[in-house]
């Protein structure tokens, strides 16, 4: 299928990897299915109950990916259900998103509900990035909630981004840990103006030997606000460290709200936050190389968020 200028300009920001129309991919464009494929070992099947889709990854799966974007072009709003059935021994990498482009005067909003079904001793990356841009009025809004539930033995890596553009975000995730089962988050956030994003994740360790890593960087702008709000349940023997950092600009507002909670005397979780605005030495040294102050700022945080 053919795609504008439009669309692929926000597909070239929002996936990462590449989007290409090969092998496991589905592009949902104005709340419409518009193109998909499957592979070999990855079937994607459109759902008949509610809108979304049914990704079954096999664990023949090695090293594999599948593009699953999502791209809004008009003002509404869309609500999409996503299922992941992730077999045993699968390795594969999800790359999703959602990109705005807004140029009207009404609200465009996309929700995102994300359930991902990990078997045992698999290997998961999920990927997702959310951008919004156009010179339009009316409010660019998403709102994903992900439910991811990784089996014994198995690892899941997290990388969720907000690029920038976006006017409110309240982000809800739920993860349950089986059995020596590993998690990984890495989140980055950036508002600016008049920008709102709230973060909710619930991390339950349920298994013994289980273990996670949640680490949190954003930046805020502005008259932004952001709230974080970790919180790690300890049921068995377990590991969990999340770390919050962020930078403070402007008359933005930042809180990190952090909840640990040990049901097992050898739960060990730890929490570690950080607040504070850039630093004026930085500033100085990179100055010295011939970059206004603006440069210099943008020079620090690229680095920081990465």
Same mark, same amino acid.
């Given at each position: 299928?053919?795609?504008?200028?439009?669309? $692929?300009?926000?597909? $070239?920001?929002?996936?990462?990897?590449?989007?290409?129309?090969?092998?496991?991919?589905?592009?949902?464009?104005?709340?419409? /299915?518009?193109?998909?494929?499957?592979?070999?070992?990855?079937?994607?099947?459109?759902?008949?109950?509610?809108?979304?889709?049914?990704?079954?990854?096999?664990?023949?799966?090695?090293?594999?990916?599948?593009?699953?974007?999502?791209?809004?072009?008009?003002?509404?709003?869309?609500?999409? @259900?996503?299922?992941?059935?992730?077999?045993?021994?699968?390795?594969?990498?999800?790359?999703?998103?959602?990109?705005?482009?807004?140029?009207?005067?009404?609200?465009?909003?996309?929700?995102?509900?994300?359930?991902?079904?990990?078997?045992? $001793?698999?290997?998961?990356?999920?990927?997702?990035?959310?951008?919004?841009?156009?010179?339009?009025?009316?409010?660019?809004?998403?709102?994903?909630?992900?439910?991811? @539930?990784?089996?014994?033995?198995?690892?899941?890596?997290?990388?969720?981004?907000?690029?920038?553009?976006?006017?409110?975000?309240?982000?809800?995730? @739920?993860?349950?840990?089986?059995?020596?089962?590993?998690?990984?988050?890495?989140?980055?956030?950036?508002?600016?103006?008049?920008?709102?994003?709230?973060?909710?994740?619930?991390?339950?360790?349920?298994?013994?030997?289980?273990? /996670?890593?949640?680490?949190?960087?954003?930046?805020?702008?502005?008259?932004?606000?952001?709230?974080?709000?970790?919180?790690?349940?300890?049921?068995?023997?377990?590991? /969990?460290?999340?770390?919050?950092?962020?930078?403070?600009?402007?008359?933005?507002?930042?809180?990190?709200?952090?909840?640990?909670? /040990?049901?097992?005397?050898?739960?060990?979780?730890?929490?570690?936050?950080?607040?504070?605005?850039?630093?004026?030495?930085?500033?100085?040294?990179?100055?010295?190389?011939?970059?206004?102050?603006?440069?210099?700022?943008?020079?620090?945080?690229?680095?920081?968020?990465?």
């Amino acid at each position: 299928m053919e795609l504008n200028n439009v669309t $692929n300009d926000v597909l $070239n920001v929002i996936d990462s990897y590449g989007f290409k129309q090969e092998g496991a991919y589905n592009l949902r464009l104005n709340g419409m /299915a518009v193109c998909h494929g499957d592979s070999r070992h990855i079937q994607i099947v459109k759902k008949e109950d509610q809108p979304g889709i049914d990704i079954h990854i096999s664990g023949e799966a090695k090293n594999e990916q599948v593009h699953i974007p999502v791209v809004m072009t008009e003002a509404g709003v869309d609500v999409v @259900y996503n299922d992941f059935y992730i077999e045993d021994g699968a390795d594969v990498t999800i790359v999703a998103g959602c990109g705005i482009h807004g140029e009207g005067c009404s609200e465009t909003r996309h929700d995102g509900i994300h359930t991902f079904h990990v078997g045992k $001793n698999a290997n998961v990356k999920y990927v997702e990035n959310h951008y919004a841009d156009g010179n339009g009025t009316g409010k660019k809004v998403l709102n994903p909630v992900t439910k991811i @539930y990784v089996g014994e033995g198995s690892m899941f890596t997290l990388e969720t981004t907000q690029i920038k553009g976006v006017d409110s975000t309240k982000r809800e995730n @739920y993860i349950e840990l089986a059995e020596n089962a590993k998690l990984n988050v890495t989140e980055k956030l950036m508002t600016h103006e008049a920008q709102s994003a709230v973060s909710n994740m619930d991390v339950v360790l349920k298994g013994e030997n289980s273990s /996670a890593r949640i680490i949190s960087r954003s930046v805020a702008k502005g008259t932004s606000v952001q709230v974080f709000h970790p919180r790690a349940i300890g049921e068995n023997p377990c590991h /969990a460290h999340v770390q919050c950092d962020s930078i403070i600009m402007d008359q933005a507002e930042i809180s990190s709200i952090p909840e640990i909670n /040990a049901k097992h005397v050898d739960a060990q979780i730890v929490h570690e936050a950080a607040i504070g605005r850039i630093n004026d030495e930085q500033l100085i040294k990179l100055r010295t190389f011939g970059l206004s102050e603006e440069e210099a700022e943008s020079v620090i945080i690229e680095n920081f968020l990465k």
